[in-house]
């Protein structure tokens, strides 16, 4: 049995700190990426789409690049200003599978390809659903918005986006 000393003490309460601090700034991470959706000044990105090279419309945008911002999205949300969205960013392009749970607004979500590309959009998702809506080709960006405005605003697959990050 190894005898407890004093340097031993001192690297067992070290890391006993380090384990609470990091905890602490764990858990205030959290937090804020569960209020990530509701701070209006974090919609500070510029997504426009366009068809032909013309401008169709444009959003004030929140950026999901985190795995945390991603599964909360845009959940607990009773309404979202009609100009704003929130775009999730996934590194590596890929088949997409999102829901609505927790989620209290319909949305559209649009499935954008690496190329900048519309490809998929689907309208009017249901409040709180489970069910999987699925990207079914390999993406690298989906775009949510209020349900309603990709068919109002005439947003179709082939128009391309362009997403100006303000940070």
């Known amino acids: 049995m190894k005898k407890l ?15 609470i601090a990091s905890s602490k700034i764990n858990a205030k991470e959290s937090v804020n990426n569960s209020k990530f959706n509701q701070d209006l000044k974090n919609y500070n990105a510029k997504l426009k789409i366009f068809s032909n090279n013309k401008l169709i419309t444009e959003f ?3 950026i999901a690049d ?3 911002k991603k599964s909360y999205g845009l959940m ?7 100009k704003n969205g929130m775009i999730f960013i996934f590194e590596n392009q890929e088949i997409v599978n999102m829901w609505m ?11 954008i390809n690496h190329n900048n590309e ?3 959009i689907v309208e ?16 690298s960006k989906v775009l949510e918005i209020n349900a309603g405005l990709a068919k109002e605003l005439k947003i ?3 128009q391309k986006i362009k997403l100006i990050n303000n940070k």
């Not at 999987?132 to 080709?137: A, E, G, P, V």
């Open 5 to 19: 000393t004093l340097t031993n003490i001192k690297f067992f309460v070290f890391l006993f700190i380090t384990i």
């Open 60 to 62: 004030n945008v929140a």
């Open 66 to 68: 985190n795995e945390e």
């Open 76 to 82: 607990n949300l009773d309404s979202l200003p009609k």
């Open 101 to 111: 749970k927790n989620t209290r607004i319909s949305l559209d979500m649009i499935f």
């Open 118 to 120: 519309i490809i998929k």
């Open 124 to 139: 009017n998702t249901s409040p709180y659903s489970t069910e999987i809506i699925s990207s079914q080709n390999k993406v």
């Open 156 to 158: 179709k697959t082939g």
